[in-house]
């Protein structure tokens, strides 16, 4: 696979294979406040045992992450994987969208 082919559903950002396979998920669910504010929660990622450790993982972060600010959300990183990348990819340029997870964000509407 060369290039990602990117998919979106309502409860997933995501990458298929060449096959039309689903091989990575970025799970999310969006929230809004009582002040107006647009959230969107990632709880977990996950790419199949047998496409993992090439970097596929941290391309569907970053996607899924610009996506999200590209659409006015702040992001809740449940997953400690995208908390991870937040901090650490672009020296923590991302981190200025982050916003902590608190009881609202463990339960769906």
């Known amino acids: 696979m060369t290039e990602p082919r990117w998919f979106r559903d309502e409860e997933s950002f995501g990458v298929y294979d060449d096959d039309g396979e689903v091989i990575a998920r970025n799970l999310y669910r969006d929230v809004q ?3 107006g ?3 969107r929660v990632f709880p977990g990622i996950h790419v199949r045992p047998d496409h993992r450790h ?10 899924s992450m ?4 590209q659409e006015g959300y ?12 937040m901090r650490e990819y672009d020296d923590g340029a ?3 969208y982050r916003d902590e997870p ?4 463990f339960f769906a509407d």
């Open 37 to 39: 504010t647009k959230q």
């Open 33 to 35: 406040l009582s002040d």
């Open 54 to 63: 090439v970097g596929l993982a941290a391309q569907l972060t970053k996607h």
């Open 102 to 105: 608190a009881g609202e964000h």
């Open 66 to 69: 610009d996506t999200t600010i």
């Open 74 to 85: 702040r992001i809740v990183p449940i997953c400690p994987y995208v908390a991870q990348w």
């Open 94 to 96: 991302y981190l200025k």
